[in-house]
T-cell receptor
Framework: AQSVAQPEDQVNVAEGNPLTVKCTYSVSGNPYLFWYVQYPNRGLQFLLKYITGDNLVKGSYGFEAEFNKSQTSFHLKKPSALVSDSALYFCAVRAPSGGSYIPTFGRGTSLIVHP | NAGVTQTPKFQVLKTGQSMTLQCAQDMNHEYMSWYRQDPGMGLRLIHYSVGAGITDQGEVPNGYNVSRSTTEDFPLRLLSAAPSQTSVYFC?????????????FGPGTRLLVL
């Protein structure tokens, strides 16, 4: 069975500082990994994905994520946080195509960027 | 182009009542899905459809029915509402089931079951 862990319910960072939101996963085979962001009272918006290739993936709004196969991690990062980055962030994993289409989402991490 | 729309935005039900949550998309997407979001639990897939006339169960299908008579619409029916179904429900669509990255989410329906 596939699973995703987001070990931090909340991450606090000062504006201008780098931020990291952690995600670890478990899945059979090579994973498809995703990050989504959810602003208050809105649906989820896609940020970035890792399917194959370069371990460092760049996405929307200046975010990036690093795939680490040995540590089964896919942490979300941004070099300089903005107050407007404050939102709920979800990591998701899915097994490679050919199997179930069911993705597994993490519980979410609330990112709070202080001015 | 309205994207993914959901109605109603908010609904209060009594235990045992039934209702239908509406979802529509105007992007000609083949793949549509319903999730529920509960505090501290992320999103869980209820049902999904890979095309008109084809539906399948997700992670938490019990108590819910779906149908897909057209490409555009994917309603979610609560047969007999229970307090455990209090949640925020999101509909999503994408070009293909394999294309998670192209999944577009609706604004959500908040459901309270008393």
């Amino acid at each position: 069975a596939q699973s995703v862990a987001q070990p931090e319910d909340q991450v606090n960072v000062a504006e201008g500082n780098p931020l990291t939101v952690k995600c670890t996963y478990s899945v059979s085979g090579n994973p498809y990994l995703f990050w989504y962001v959810q602003y208050p009272n809105r649906g989820l918006q896609f940020l970035l994905k890792y399917i194959t290739g370069d371990n460092l993936v760049k996405g929307s709004y200046g975010f990036e994520a690093e795939f680490n196969k040995s540590q089964t991690s896919f942490h979300l990062k941004k070099p300089s946080a903005l107050v407007s980055d404050s939102a709920l962030y979800f990591c998701a994993v899915r097994a490679p195509s050919g199997g179930s289409y069911i993705p597994t989402f993490g519980r979410g991490t609330s990112l709070i960027v202080h001015p | 182009n309205a994207g993914v729309t959901q109605t109603p935005k908010f609904q209060v039900l009594k235990t045992g009542q039934s209702m239908t949550l509406q979802c529509a998309q105007d992007m000609n997407h083949e793949y549509m899905s319903w999730y529920r979001q509960d505090p501290g639990m992320g999103l869980r897939l209820i049902h999904y459809s890979v095309g008109a006339g084809i539906t399948d169960q997700g992670e938490v299908p019990n108590g819910y029915n779906v149908s897909r008579s057209t490409t555009e619409d994917f309603p979610l029916r609560l047969l007999s509402a229970a307090p455990s179904q209090t949640s925020v429900y999101f509909c999503a669509s994408s070009y293909s089931a394999g294309g998670l990255e192209t999944q577009y989410f609706g604004p959500g329906t908040r459901l309270l079951v008393l």
